[in-house]
């Protein structure tokens, strides 16, 4: 086993030490090294196929790798150029690795592109609250996961991160062998239902197919089975109660109108949150706590439209600018019929910044009945 090249490993993996491949499906064991010419003799332990570009995994084995390599570099400033709005960054060990791409995002100017940190080693979970800090996002990689840490913590690390990410009000994906079967069969098992269904009660904004629908037999069938389930969570959560943000922390005047806005849609019959954002702000705040409705974003800004795409209950949409605030209600009522998410007589929730134009933080809201 030749680990000479891009990165060298040979240093610190000691004979004994199991190496896990394509997610723990072929495992081998170093039995001796070779000074010489700095190679492993492993011995395979099970049977398996080695496929192309499948991960290899040293558990329990701290590597020293850059957290960038050329080539990611090169890959980031490639997207950045496509117009791409999120990065998801392999094994991030600690906020320095999720920075290091938020300088060459802000370096090209494009300091708008969201950053996912995807939270898959010991470490990482160790510096879980900085990175949730420096990311925009997290995404649990339960793959390389279940094989750099016990397995049975898996979902006990998925709950702990899903209810941190949700306390900062950022977004949450839960990915990797949600529906693994789906791979090789149409259907998915029960308890893979189980395990998505889970992981919106939880409290994730999105699920995430990998190898289903990137090279399984069944990658429509895959996306129609997880979009169903996530339907059917998102119903049950709707008629019985969502996330219990009481323990939150509201220390700004946006932050108390979200809350405001979760406990109107609580109280009442409130079909539609309306607001209206130009940065996203606004929108992801009133998403962190899980109104009893869906929200509709209005925003002048492509950009803010794409990157509000993966966050909980958030339907983004663009719209022309109002030219006052009785324009900004109107234009927020249109807009809400139009999509047809609301008609007349539904009560809508209305969030916004007045004066119309100004640079002022949120600090309106108004319950309205649709005409």
Same mark, same amino acid.
Request: negative net charge; contains cysteine; aromatic residues 4%.
């Given at each position: 086993?030749?680990?000479?090249? +891009? ?5 610190? *993996?000691?004979?004994?030490? /199991? ?10 064991? #170093? ?12 011995? #395979?332990?099970?049977?398996?196929v080695i +496929?192309?570009?499948?991960?290899v ?29 999120f990065?998801? $960054? ?12 938020? =300088? ?8 708008? @592109?969201?950053?996912? =940190?995807?939270?898959?080693?010991q ?8 990175i949730?800090?420096? %990311? ?10 279940? $094989? ?16 941190? *990410? !949700?306390?900062?009000?950022? @977004? @949450? ?41 990137a ?13 169903t389930?996530?339907? !059917?969570?998102?119903? &049950? ?22 809350? %405001? ?8 019959? $409130?079909?539609l949150? *309306? ?20 929200? &509709? ?24 600018a ?19 998410? @609301? /008609?007349?007589?539904?009560?809508? *929730? $209305? ?21």
């Amino acid at each position: 086993m030749n680990v000479a090249g +891009a990165l060298d490993i040979y240093d610190d *993996v000691e004979v004994g030490r /199991q190496v896990l491949v394509d997610d723990g499906k072929l495992g081998l064991r #170093v039995v001796a090294k070779d000074d010489a010419t700095r190679e492993f003799e492993v011995e #395979v332990e099970n049977d398996g196929v080695i +496929a192309k570009q499948k991960g290899v995994n040293i558990p329990n084995t701290k590597i020293p790798f850059p957290a960038l390599a050329d080539r990611d570099n090169d890959d980031i400033r490639f997207g950045l150029e496509q117009g791409i709005n999120f990065i998801a $960054i392999s094994f991030v060990r600690t906020a320095k690795d999720v920075n290091e791409v938020r =300088a060459i995002c802000e370096e090209t100017g494009n300091g708008h @592109v969201q950053l996912f =940190a995807k939270i898959e080693n010991q470490q990482g979970i160790d510096n879980l609250d900085e990175i949730i800090e420096a %990311a925009d996002g997290i995404m649990i990689a339960r793959g390389d996961m279940g $094989i750099e840490v016990p397995f049975e913590m898996v979902p006990v690390y998925q709950k702990m991160i899903i209810t941190k *990410v !949700n306390a900062a009000g950022k @977004v @949450v994906i839960t990915a990797t062998n949600m529906l693994e079967t789906m791979t090789e069969k149409p259907r998915a098992t029960r308890s893979e239902v189980s395990d998505v269904f889970n992981a919106v009660i939880d409290g994730t904004d999105a699920t995430m197919l990998s190898g289903e629908s990137a090279n399984g037999k069944y990658p429509l069938e895959s996306v129609t089975t997880m979009a169903t389930i996530d339907k !059917n969570a998102q119903t &049950l959560l709707n008629e019985y109660g969502r996330l219990n943000s009481d323990s939150f922390e509201r220390n700004s005047k946006t932050e108390v109108m979200a809350s %405001a806005v979760k406990d109107a849609t609580n109280s009442m019959d $409130i079909k539609l949150v *309306v607001t209206l954002t130009k940065t996203g702000h606004t929108a992801r705040l009133i998403s962190k706590y899980r109104p009893n409705a869906d929200i &509709l974003a209005l925003t002048f800004d492509e950009l803010t439209e794409r990157g509000l795409m993966l966050n909980w209950g958030v339907i983004p949409m663009l719209t022309d600018a109002p030219s006052s605030t009785d324009d900004m209600f109107e234009i927020a009522e249109r807009k809400a019929v139009e999509a047809g998410l @609301v /008609q007349s007589g539904d009560d809508i *929730v $209305i969030v916004a910044g007045v004066p119309v134009g100004e640079a002022v933080r949120t600090n309106t809201m108004r319950i309205r009945t649709v005409r």
